[in-house]
């Protein structure tokens, strides 16, 4: 799927949740937990207005387990409320019926007092391509469910999935779109898979992605593959074509006349930072996400 930031695309998006969040009490904001700041839509305050809001940051268990802990902090210190999960195996799932009522508690207790029965707490994932709803949804809903997208033509109710008897959520997710005009989003989604390799260059993410790694985890990069970069990382450009160049070697990534097959050693390299080879990985720290103040 091509994923582009056409102004058309998030008009058309922002009306399509608006539309839901008249039906909800919360919503749910799913993002990536190897790079919380890329996969959040910048105008997702503008979109959920003041809907109590809870975040998820999801694939976890592919994240730095130590900056899994200070992104919820710098989210928390903005005061949302937010959890990391794991979506497919369903760690921490079971914990967000609870928060998202958390988020209602001064609501029901007043429907309490008025004597009302308070009904469960009806909430909306949104979140980008690829960054786990239907996963969640299912997991949610203990079982496969289909998420049928908006057609023209056929009408069809919103569904609400029960979840336990505290919680329903629309089976439908809000699509968003990442800001993808800024290219740095752009790589670092193509690095870790939330987006298809076709639209950027295969070897220009690679390249992105070493250069990232070698500043953060370098020592990683030297387990796996026998380097020797230095722990402060800031590498030249030419420094990482050579990294490239040796992981190439050493992986047999060659051409004829035993020239390194660049383009070959580039799918190697995403291959395993996306499949979880090089350890757990964060790739934005929350230290640029409050100073670029996106923290909306
Ligand atoms: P979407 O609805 O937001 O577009 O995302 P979807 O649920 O389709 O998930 C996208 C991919 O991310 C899927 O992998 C899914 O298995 C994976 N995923 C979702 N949540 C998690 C998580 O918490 N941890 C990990 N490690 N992966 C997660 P896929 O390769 O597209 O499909 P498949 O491998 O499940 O067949």
Redesign the pocket.
């Known amino acids: 799927m091509t994923i582009q930031w056409f102004p058309g695309h998030m008009t058309r998006a922002r009306r399509q949740i608006q539309e839901k969040l008249k039906l909800i009490d919360v919503a749910i904001e799913l993002l990536d937990a190897r790079l919380p700041m890329s996969s959040r839509n910048p105008m997702i305050g503008d979109i959920l207005q003041h809907k109590p809001r809870l975040i998820l940051l999801?694939?976890?268990?592919?994240a730095d387990p130590e900056m899994n802990a200070r992104w919820l902090q710098a989210f928390r210190g903005e005061g949302h409320a937010a959890l990391a999960?794991?979506?497919?195996t369903g760690t921490n799932v079971a914990q967000i019926p609870g928060e998202a009522r958390k988020l209602l508690e001064e609501k029901i207790q007043r429907q309490l007092a008025k004597g009302m029965k308070p009904r469960p707490v009806r909430a909306l994932i949104v979140?980008i391509?690829?960054?786990?709803?239907?996963?969640l949804i299912n997991k949610l809903a203990g079982r496969s469910v289909a998420a049928t997208g908006d057609r023209p033509g056929v009408t069809k109710g919103q569904q609400w999935i029960k979840v336990g008897s505290e919680m329903e959520l629309l089976d439908t997710?809000g699509i968003l779109w990442p800001k993808f005009e800024d290219q740095e989003v752009g790589y670092r989604l193509a690095a870790t898979g939330a987006i298809k390799d076709e639209i950027l260059n295969v070897e220009d993410i690679a390249f992105y992605a070493i250069k990232q790694l070698a500043d953060q985890y370098g020592d990683r990069l030297n387990e796996r593959y026998g380097l020797d970069i230095p722990p402060q990382g800031g590498l030249e450009q030419d420094e990482i074509v050579g990294i490239m160049e040796a992981i190439g070697r050493k992986r047999g990534c060659l051409m004829a006349g035993g020239r390194v097959n660049l383009e070959k050693a580039s799918s190697l390299i995403l291959r395993d930072l996306r499949g979880g080879k090089l350890g757990r990985i964060t790739l934005e720290e929350p230290y640029s996400f409050l100073v670029n103040g996106n923290g909306n």
Do not use: E, F, Q, R
């Open positions: 999801n694939k976890a268990d592919l999960i794991d979506a497919s979140g391509p690829n960054v786990g709803k239907s996963t997710p």
